[in-house]
């Protein structure tokens, strides 16, 4: 597959959501089907020989990714979703924002003891959110492979939350 600069395909939007905020638009990406499928090929390769039981992925974006890795590395998928919108008995991890708390939750049948995980999700900014995904992997039981992103702001030392795990990401501002 001929090399791709994925940036190009990634929108930048100042002041989304507030004020001196520049956002990463992956929409833009997504739609235009070699980029994503690129994307999509350098997030595979990285795990392709991991042995990869379940990916897990929180919402929303990270579903985007998350399934269609899962798809690719024949593996199950296991979506992590904010409290109160998962069916059955969950656990759940609630963690610090910027301005509060918020809660994520897990089936707590989603992860047998030992499966090998795979973590994705569309971008790396502080960290937060994922640790929180790794706190409720490890609750089960999973053991963490590797974290992957499709973009990480470096500047904002996401990694930094993410000590003693391989983290990958495709794109790096």
Known sequence: MKKMDLKKYIRNILDFP???ILFRDI???LKDKKAFKYAIAGLVTK???KKIDLVVAAESRGFIF???IAHALSAGFVPVRKKGKLPA???FVTYSLEYGTDTLEIHQ???KPGDKVLIVDDLLATGGT???VTDLVRQLQGKIIGIAFLIELCDL???DNLKGYPVYSLIKY
């Open 47 to 49: 795990y392709r020989n």
């Open 89 to 91: 008995t969950t656990r």
């Open 27 to 29: 929409t833009t990406l």
């Open 109 to 111: 049948d989603a992860i």
């Open 130 to 132: 994922v640790k929180a």
């Open 66 to 68: 998350g399934a269609v």
């Open 18 to 20: 507030k004020p001196g």
């Open 157 to 159: 030392k996401g990694r």
